[in-house]
């Protein structure tokens, strides 16, 4: 379920946001995250355009299969894009995105690994946009170098897409470069203040946290009985083996049930954990057809 957002003031809608409304937000996502700063922009997504441009380009290696926004938009700011099997295979790189925990399939690698490849690249991107139901995973708190930029999205775990909010945790000179490169009023009033809300409500988060765990298991017995097998996933969605995935798409598509599909793989299929109870219902009969 979505954040419970209260009433906001008139003015958040009325008025443009003021630097110190942006400086207390931005304090309050780096004492979330365990960060020594952030900077705040208009979602992850934002950022996965800007990162491109803080550098010359050269050589990039995104590990996939992944995200694919981050080949395509350093693509086309001039980077030569390689898909990367592995961390391995990325050494060397000028500059290597790994999405951490993984989208579609999950996979996680520790922050010592990813430690230890920051010193093997020119720059490390490491997008935790779905970081959040487990911060103990994070970088953000053992990580502070000019080489390592950090995304973080703020509307997938607050369930609040829609308000267009993520931060950058990097060093001091990546994000001056960052918000030079964004403009002014990069995020707006109502984002601000709502970041401001959520972000500081750490019994919410931890109560979303350990909800979403016993959801993504109820998932996963849901999918086992219609035949699908877990690829992966984390506690914000799950992947599954279907026999097509076009065809499972459509069926579940007839029910009101969005789900996501990939152009590397006929057979994965991505689903968003359910919310109320409605949802559920739809989904079980779904799959019961």
Same mark, same amino acid.
């Given at each position: 379920?979505?954040?419970?957002?209260?009433?906001?003031?008139?003015?958040?809608?009325?008025?443009?946001?003021?630097?110190?409304?942006?400086?207390?937000?931005?304090?309050?996502?780096?004492?979330?995250?365990?960060?020594?700063?952030?900077?705040?922009?208009?979602?992850?997504?934002?950022?996965?355009?800007?990162?491109?441009?803080?550098?010359?380009?050269? &050589?990039?290696?995104?590990?996939?299969?992944?995200?694919?926004?981050?080949?395509?938009?350093?693509?086309?700011?001039?980077?030569?894009?390689?898909?990367?099997?592995?961390?391995?295979?990325?050494?060397?790189?000028?500059?290597?995105?790994?999405?951490?925990?993984?989208?579609?399939?999950?996979?996680?690698?520790?922050?010592? &690994?990813?430690?230890?490849?920051?010193?093997?690249?020119?720059?490390?991107?490491?997008?935790?946009?779905?970081?959040?139901?487990?911060?103990?995973?994070?970088?953000?708190?053992?990580?502070?170098?000019?080489?390592?930029?950090?995304?973080?999205?703020?509307?997938?775990?607050?369930?609040?897409?829609?308000?267009?909010?993520?931060?950058?945790?990097?060093?001091?000179?990546?994000?001056?470069?960052?918000? +030079?490169?964004?403009?002014?009023?990069?995020?707006?009033?109502?984002?601000?203040?709502?970041?401001?809300?959520?972000?500081?409500?750490?019994?919410?988060?931890?109560?979303?946290?350990?909800?979403?765990?016993?959801?993504?298991? &109820?998932?996963?017995?849901?999918?086992?009985?219609?035949?699908?097998?877990?690829?992966?996933?984390?506690?914000?969605?799950?992947?599954?083996?279907?026999?097509?995935?076009?065809?499972?798409?459509?069926?579940?598509?007839? +029910?009101?049930?969005?789900?996501?599909?990939?152009?590397?793989? +006929?057979?994965?299929?991505?689903?968003?954990?359910?919310?109320?109870?409605?949802?559920?219902?739809?989904?079980?009969?779904?799959?019961?057809?």
């Amino acid at each position: 379920m979505p954040y419970r957002l209260p009433e906001m003031p008139q003015s958040v809608w009325t008025s443009l946001p003021l630097q110190s409304d942006l400086s207390a937000l931005e304090a309050t996502a780096a004492r979330t995250y365990g960060a020594p700063r952030a900077l705040a922009l208009g979602g992850a997504q934002a950022a996965i355009q800007l990162v491109p441009r803080l550098d010359p380009p050269g &050589r990039a290696a995104v590990l996939s299969p992944s995200y694919n926004e981050h080949a395509a938009a350093l693509a086309a700011q001039g980077w030569q894009v390689s898909q990367a099997p592995d961390l391995d295979a990325m050494i060397g790189a000028d500059l290597a995105v790994v999405v951490n925990p993984n989208n579609p399939d999950g996979r996680v690698w520790s922050s010592m &690994r990813l430690a230890e490849l920051a010193s093997q690249v020119g720059r490390l991107v490491v997008d935790e946009s779905f970081m959040d139901a487990t911060p103990e995973q994070s970088l953000a708190p053992s990580m502070d170098s000019e080489k390592v930029v950090i995304l973080r999205s703020f509307g997938k775990f607050y369930g609040l897409a829609g308000l267009r909010l993520g931060f950058v945790i990097a060093g001091p000179q990546t994000l001056a470069q960052l918000r +030079a490169l964004a403009g002014p009023w990069a995020v707006s009033g109502p984002a601000i203040a709502a970041g401001m809300i959520a972000l500081a409500d750490r019994d919410w988060q931890q109560d979303m946290a350990r909800r979403l765990l016993q959801d993504a298991a &109820r998932l996963d017995a849901l999918a086992a009985r219609a035949g699908w097998p877990l690829v992966g996933g984390c506690r914000l969605f799950r992947t599954y083996a279907t026999l097509d995935a076009a065809r499972a798409q459509d069926q579940l598509a007839r +029910a009101s049930i969005w789900t996501r599909r990939f152009p590397y793989s +006929a057979t994965w299929l991505r689903l968003g954990l359910p919310g109320a109870a409605r949802e559920w219902r739809l989904l079980e009969q779904a799959l019961a057809a």
